[in-house]
């Protein structure tokens, strides 16, 4: 197995670095604000094995008024990480945008939606600043706006490369049929269109399998965002649930986490896991996954294990936005 992927025109880690706990989110993560050089650590320690793709997004904050608080923080470890010319050259800064919050708010449940022009070129100028790059690499469309036809929506999107602060472009929380009309009206990464797909994907959330083959028949990364199955949820790895992954880990010596990566990246070759971490421990402990391969029997017996129950559909993909005719 590659210990990297491609993404679009680069070529990443087979896993990426998920930012957004850094930021305090969920809840019980929000230790991390008051430690903000140990979550520096994390970037530096994940940067320094080799993992060359941070995700972040504008409204990964702690409070309705400190959105940018993650991009801000991946900048200054990006700055401040002593890597070589040469290694930084290859790190993919990955940002996304599309949520409103106001006083109240948080960005999870309650948070507001704008996929207008105007919202998202304003949007992608305020993200570059705050990572402190003059060009994103790749920003992606967080989630839909359900008063927008979506097709008006991808438009929007697409017109952000022209803007020019954004070199790719790709969406996050879709189903198929949306993935079919973005690749229609914007093309496949070889044709300049989107280059990734962000959902939830894991043991426990296997919803839109069909967007995971879309992905890999049109060359589109597949990023899976909770690919352990999302922090305090009964079902995710490690809760005893999955005891096949358990037992595995054991038989080679390793966490279930890097099982449950290891089992991500032999699934499909689109899929580039970004888990989460507050710890240099855990980024690293996720990353041994990439060097773990697989037999056809043993992803066999991991996926045999699974839960016929795909969790808890998502309401955002029951209430969509409509197509226009």
């Known amino acids: 197995m590659t210990n990297t992927r491609k993404l679009g025109p680069y070529q990443v880690s087979a896993i990426g670095l998920g930012c957004m706990p850094m930021s305090g989110f969920p809840p019980e993560k929000a230790w991390i604000l008051d430690k903000r050089d140990q979550a520096i650590s994390v970037i530096h320690a994940a940067l320094d094995a080799g993992i060359t793709l941070l995700d972040s997004a504008d409204i990964y904050s702690p409070t309705w008024n400190t959105m940018g608080h993650n991009e801000h923080l991946v900048g200054e470890a990006f700055r401040t990480w002593n890597g070589s010319a040469d290694a930084k050259s290859k790190v993919v800064i990955a940002t996304k945008g599309g949520i409103t919050r106001g006083p109240g708010n948080d960005w999870f449940g309650t948070g507001g939606r704008n996929a207008e022009e105007h919202y998202l070129y304003r949007a992608v100028e305020a993200s570059a600043g705050k990572l402190g790059v003059e060009k994103i690499q790749l920003w992606q469309h967080h989630r839909l706006n359900?008063?927008?036809a979506y097709e008006t929506q991808f438009e929007n999107v697409m017109k952000l490369k022209a803007h020019g602060v954004v070199q790719n472009v790709g969406v996050s929380n879709v189903n198929a049929e949306q993935l079919r009309r973005a690749i229609k009206i914007g093309g496949t990464p070889a044709q300049g269109g989107l280059i990734s797909v962000q959902n939830e994907w894991s043991p426990r959330y296997r919803h839109g399998a069909e967007v995971l083959e879309i992905c890999k028949e049109n060359g589109i990364a597949f990023l899976p965002w909770s690919p352990m199955g999302g922090i305090g949820n009964p079902g995710a790895v490690g809760?005893?649930?999955?005891?096949?992954?358990d037992e595995l880990a054991k038989a080679k010596g390793v966490s279930a986490y890097a099982i449950?990566?290891?089992?991500?990246?032999?699934?499909s070759p689109v899929e580039i896991p970004i888990p989460g971490a507050t710890r240099?421990?855990?980024i690293l402990d996720s990353f041994k996954g990439v060097s773990i391969t697989l037999s056809a029997d043993e992803l066999a017996g991991l996926n045999a294990s699974l839960s016929t129950d795909l969790g808890p559909l998502h309401e955002e993909l029951l209430n969509q936005p409509p197509f226009r005719a």
């Open 260 to 267: 449950t990566i290891a089992w991500h990246l032999a699934n």
């Open 280 to 282: 240099p421990e855990s």
């Open 146 to 148: 359900h008063t927008m």
């Open 239 to 245: 809760t005893g649930k999955y005891n096949a992954f």
